[in-house]
């Protein structure tokens, strides 16, 4: 079984094509802007909305550990004292306006391709399905059977990844992937600790691998003004990446704050990046940076 | 318009009418011909009722006809000798005759004053002459030029109606003209400027809900493919002025010619929701299977919204039932909610009359008590007791007005439409009862996936979860939930249709299915069988006036259009909402089952290719008619607050495009909300 955190459907970011994404629970990276902090543990989540509340009170007679406390203030709820009973759907269930949701749905592999399948018609040649996460080669059992049920079905596979992890993980699944999206956040070790909470030896070496073994690739250069997006950690991305043979792509996009919601919704505090500035002015001076270290050869794309 | 005029009456009217409209010759180009702008007339309140006989302006004329015979041959054949013709069928003639007479001369008159005008203006004298050239050209015979046979069209086009009207196969009509004057007399961007020219005139007419239709591309009577050079141009104008009219509806079949859909995808692409793909192979053999013969089927174009019609050859007549308001009557035993809104409406733009809709089912029916029913078969069963008997009663009213056409002589069709009828020059027989091929009348029920949320809801909320008993339903029904925001709210959360849920779609395709089949099995009325469709225009009429539902939408809130998800309801992204639809078998609703998809601009990858891919899967998926639309909701967000800055904003909404401002407040939202 996997712990899938959500299924996107006609997904355009990741990957060629019209695409299916699957992203998976579980994350040993901490990235400071990151968008989905509810895939960090490999573990169902509750996530709470207070604003749709409409204070029917069911949730609180359902508690007896008194997680849920209404007061003038509204509702507002304490997560170290939930137990999670029900596995956390007793909550959820019982809340009309989805004021609590539930993240992380197991599914065996047979199930996930199936609907993961489903949009296979609008895939044509390049478009397919993608795992994304979390950190999708924490579940690496789980997702090399994936990937070989859908290259059983003739479905086009991305694995999206950090790929800060051992080799032998991304040994395990290359073999069942066309292409790999491979998140690129700094050279410098302890910059990538200072963002990510990890060094990044294990990247550096595992894009090295990928390109040894000639699998495709497109890396992703999440750009954070003052810290990353500097002329000196930009060149050493180029001067790196120029020397991969397989890396196909590279793709250029300022971290945006879009996931603000979600961190107030798991009682977390979301930390703001690249507010001050223009975003786009960013990313065409690190383009100019990349295209110049690169000599050109960087197939360099810009996201919005 | 029905309007019920006798042939002296008609007589009449259209000689003075014709004879009393201004000339017009503009200051620019070398369209001539007045435009009668149909907002500033209604808002100066010196709208006129066009006298002339039936005609709704739903429906295309034959156009072909006209550039073939030129008015003159219209005259001629409807003048020419015949034996055997009855008093009436000579008089309908001679007024046919009479009428394009006149019309001939107004042509003559804009050749005459243009000439005048080239006198007095020797520096404009060239173009003057020109308009005066082709004028003259028109009152005499047949066009010899596309710029001549795109005056002529505008002419005819703006007598037809006071209002507007429906354009059908342009590029069938003016091929033959397009093809023989491009290259050889003009290029192709003059014929473009000559198109956009004209656009930009029917824009001038009017926008939004004009019945201005413009379809390109499909079979002809053969199954030959159609497309050519000037279906291509027609979308290059439309994409060059980028305005809302004319509505271009674009056929496609296995063997479209590659340009003619990389031009139709491209348009697409632009986001105003132009390009409304027809899939042929989805379309013509049920068109087939309900009765069409192959080559009318064939040559189908739509009508002045989506309902298909049969080009040149049919007209149209079309019923709405109101699928959401029969369950309302169904669960309060033949009453209507006593918490109905009855929320006032245009019809579709913010300026007008505004009215309260009433709904035109007939109350009274009582299903049974469904306070007291105890399963979903139950209340599924006695649903569609009554919803087979308000589709009954609209077959009724269908019936009637067919053997008013069809066994009296309460409509004359107008002489300009009749003119334009082979049938009716010849014989002199009034195209209603003997002259179109097709008797094309249509009976449509749209709003089904809203009508399957209700009852979804009802299945898994009342009898497996057991939020509510049926009365504890009713009853929260009847008071728009107040006090019951929580139910509410639960039956909110329940699956909905658009999100590729089987429990929910399969029972929307079941509906569907039902209504097709009722409406097939009605008696057909003098061996007319009426095709039935998913789809209605006045969704945003009909849910003012539609109380709470099952489905936890309060009284007056939105429900769907045609067999698109419920606005907002959809979750899971556009690929979800075809694959919903695809499990319906929307062929079977031949007049015409549409779904629309309205994506957001900001999605980043949304590019040609990719609506590629998404118009040609949902044809393999067998839908028979999708229109795109991409809108960046921050903008339609803006344009609510300054309108005044978005003047050239385009969206689409039923079988039309409109300028986002002039649309009434229900629709604004309609549109916004029904974005993936």
Request: charged share 25%.
């Amino acid at each position: 079984m996997g712990l899938v955190m959500n299924i996107q459907r006609f997904s355009l970011h990741d990957g060629p094509g019209v695409r299916t994404t699957a992203f998976l629970m579980g994350c040993n990276l901490r990235c400071r802007w990151c968008h989905n902090p509810e895939s960090w543990l490999m573990k169902r989540r509750m996530m709470f909305y207070p604003n749709k509340c409409i204070g029917c009170g069911r949730c609180l007679s359902l508690c007896a550990r008194g997680a849920h406390v209404f007061s003038e203030s509204g509702h507002g709820m304490d997560p170290s004292r939930c137990i999670g009973c029900g596995g956390l759907d007793a909550c959820v269930q019982a809340c009309p306006a989805e004021a609590m949701t539930v993240c992380g749905k197991e599914y065996t592999p047979e199930e996930l391709v199936r609907q993961l399948a489903k949009d296979r018609i609008f895939y044509e040649e390049d478009g397919g399905v993608t795992f994304s996460g979390g950190e999708v080669l924490g579940q690496d059992t789980f997702l090399r059977e994936c990937l070989r049920l859908c290259k059983a079905q003739g479905l086009h596979t991305c694995v999206d990844t950090a790929a800060c992890v051992d080799s032998e993980k991304l040994l395990r699944v290359a073999e069942y992937t066309d292409l790999f999206l491979v998140d690129l956040k700094a050279m410098d070790p302890a910059l990538h600790e200072k963002l990510c909470g990890v060094e990044n030896s294990r990247t550096i070496e595992n894009i090295r691998l990928l390109g040894e073994m000639g699998k495709p690739m497109w890396i992703r250069i999440p750009l954070v003004r003052g810290e990353n997006a500097t002329e000196s950690e930009l060149r050493a991305m180029a001067q790196f990446l120029r020397g991969v043979p397989t890396v196909e792509r590279v793709d250029v996009f300022p971290v945006l704050n879009h996931a603000q919601d979600k961190y107030r919704a798991l009682g977390m505090q979301g930390e703001l990046f690249n507010e001050e500035g223009d975003n786009q002015e960013l990313i065409e001076t690190s383009i100019r940076i990349l295209e110049k270290e690169s000599d050109g050869v960087l197939n360099l794309n810009r996201l919005m | 318009m029905n309007v019920q005029m006798s042939v002296q009456e008609i007589r009449s009217s259209i000689l003075e009418d014709i004879e009393g409209r201004e000339i017009f010759i503009p200051e620019s180009g070398f369209l001539a011909g007045p435009i009668y702008p149909v907002r500033a007339m209604v808002e100066a309140g010196i709208w006129r009722k066009q006298n002339y006989g039936w005609d709704n302006s739903h429906f295309p004329l034959n156009y072909k006809l006209l550039m073939q015979e030129g008015v003159p041959g219209i005259i001629r054949r409807a003048s020419a000798p015949r034996d055997g013709l009855s008093e009436a069928q000579q008089e309908y003639r001679a007024l046919i005759a009479d009428s394009w007479r006149a019309i001939g001369e107004y042509i003559l008159r804009h050749a005459e004053k243009a000439e005048a005008l080239a006198l007095e203006r020797p520096e404009d004298a060239a173009r003057l002459n020109r308009i005066a050239l082709n004028c003259r050209t028109l009152a005499s015979r047949a066009p010899d030029t596309f710029e001549q046979g795109v005056q002529l069209f505008w002419f005819i086009w703006r007598l037809r109606s006071t209002y507007t009207s429906c354009i059908g196969r342009m590029d069938v009509h003016l091929r033959e003209l397009y093809e023989r004057n491009v290259p050889a007399r003009i290029s192709r961007d003059e014929a473009l400027c000559i198109l956009c020219e004209l656009w930009e005139r029917l824009n001038e007419t009017y926008s939004g809900d004009t019945l201005m239709n413009l379809m390109v591309g499909g079979v002809d009577e053969n199954g030959e493919d159609v497309s050519c050079d000037l279906s291509n141009l027609i979308m290059e104008a439309t994409m060059r002025v980028a305005k809302s009219e004319p509505h271009i509806n674009v056929r496609i079949h296995p063997n479209s010619k590659p340009e003619f859909l990389d031009t139709a995808v491209r348009m697409i692409a632009m986001g105003q929701g132009q390009g409304v793909a027809y899939y042929d192979d989805n379309i013509i053999p049920a068109l087939v299977n309900r009765g069409i013969p192959l080559e009318m089927a064939r040559i189908y174009a739509n009508d002045g919204c989506t309902e298909i019609t049969f080009d040149s050859h049919s007209a149209i007549w079309f019923w709405q039932m109101e699928s959401v308001k029969s369950l309302e009557l169904a669960l309060f035993r033949g009453k209507e909610n006593p918490s109905t809104p009855f929320r006032p409406y245009n019809k579709w733009a913010n300026f007008g009359r505004t009215e309260v809709y009433k709904t035109r089912l007939t109350l009274g029916h009582d299903s049974g008590d469904f306070a007291k029913m105890t399963t979903f078969e139950q209340v599924y069963e006695a649903f569609l007791d009554q919803y087979g008997y308000q589709i009954d009663r609209y077959m009724d009213q269908m019936a009637e007005h067919i053997r008013d056409n069809e066994e009296t002589d309460k409509y004359c069709t107008s002489p300009i439409a009749a003119g334009l009828n082979e049938h009716a020059l010849d014989t002199g027989s009034d195209p209603i009862r003997d002259g179109w091929e097709v008797k094309n009348y249509q009976m449509l029920s749209g709003s089904i996936p809203t009508l399957a949320d209700c009852l979804h809801a009802i299945r898994e909320g009342v009898f497996e979860k057991k939020l509510c008993t049926m009365a504890e339903l009713i009853h929260a029904l009847s008071v728009d939930f107040e006090g019951y925001e929580a139910l509410r709210l639960e039956l909110k959360k329940l699956p909905k249709f658009g999100n590729d849920e089987d429990s929910v779609d399969l029972l929307a395709a079941e509906l569907a299915e039902f209504f097709c089949s009722r409406v097939e099995a009605y008696p057909a009325p003098c061996g007319i069988r009426p095709l039935p469709g998913i789809y209605n225009i006045d969704f945003n009429m009909f849910s003012g006036s539609v109380g709470a539902t099952p489905d936890g939408r309060k009284g007056g809130d939105l429900i769907c259009e045609h067999y698109s998800p419920t606005p907002g309801n959809a979750k899971n992204g556009p690929t979800a909402v075809i694959q919903s639809a695809a499990k319906a078998n929307l062929k079977r609703g031949c007049a015409s089952s549409p779904l629309y998809l309205v994506l957001p601009r900001g999605m980043g990858a949304v590019d040609v290719d990719m609506i590629r891919r998404m118009v040609m899967s949902c044809g393999k998926l067998g839908l028979p008619i999708v229109s795109i639309s991409i809108y960046d909701k921050a903008v339609l967000e803006d344009a609510l607050v300054h309108p005044e800055k978005h003047e050239d904003l385009v969206v689409r909404v039923w079988g039309f495009n409109a300028r986002f401002i002039d649309l009434d407040d229900g629709l604004k939202r309609h549109v916004m909300n029904r974005m993936l």
